[in-house]
C-alpha cells in the first residue's frame, strides 16, 4: 500500500478530433489500497492532460462538499425563517396587539432579500 495515488501508466491514444494540438492519453492510477484504474485525459502533452485530470478530480470534490453542506444551510434557513414567524406571532398573541407579527415578517423579508441578493450577487463573480 502507498501513502498517495499515482500515476504509474500514461499511454497516448489519438490526437484530439475537436480540438487541434491536444491528445487524448489513456492514464492508469494506483490508488491508496493498491487498486489499479484507467482513465481518459486530454492536453497538449503527458503533463498537461495529468494536471488537468489532476484538476478535474478536486473540482468534483469542491463540489460534492459543497453541495453536502447546500443542505444543511437549508435546512438552517428554514429553521430561521420558521423560528421569525411563528416567534412573533405567538408573542404577539400574547400581548394582543399585531405588531409584533408585522415586524417578524418584517425580518422574514428583509433576510430573504439580503440573502437573495448576496447569492445574485455570488453567482456574477
Do not use: H
Request: contains cysteine; positive net charge.
Amino acid at each position: 500500500m502507498t501513502k498517495k495515488r499515482k500515476a504509474i501508466d500514461c499511454k497516448l491514444i489519438r490526437p484530439s478530433n475537436s480540438n487541434p494540438g491536444y491528445f487524448k492519453y489513456d492514464i492508469t492510477i494506483q490508488e491508496k489500497d493498491g487498486t489499479t484504474s484507467s482513465q481518459p485525459a486530454y492536453g497538449k502533452d503527458m503533463q498537461d492532460a495529468i494536471s488537468r485530470l489532476i484538476w478535474n478530480e478536486r473540482v468534483e470534490k469542491v463540489t460534492t462538499k459543497a453541495n453536502k453542506n447546500k443542505s444543511i444551510e437549508y435546512g438552517v434557513m428554514a429553521a430561521i425563517v420558521t423560528v421569525c414567524i411563528i416567534g412573533p406571532g405567538v408573542w404577539s398573541s400574547m400581548q394582543g396587539t399585531p405588531l409584533f407579527s408585522v415586524a417578524g415578517l418584517s425580518m422574514v423579508a428583509l433576510v430573504g432579500t439580503a440573502v437573495y441578493w448576496f447569492n445574485r450577487w455570488l453567482s456574477k463573480r
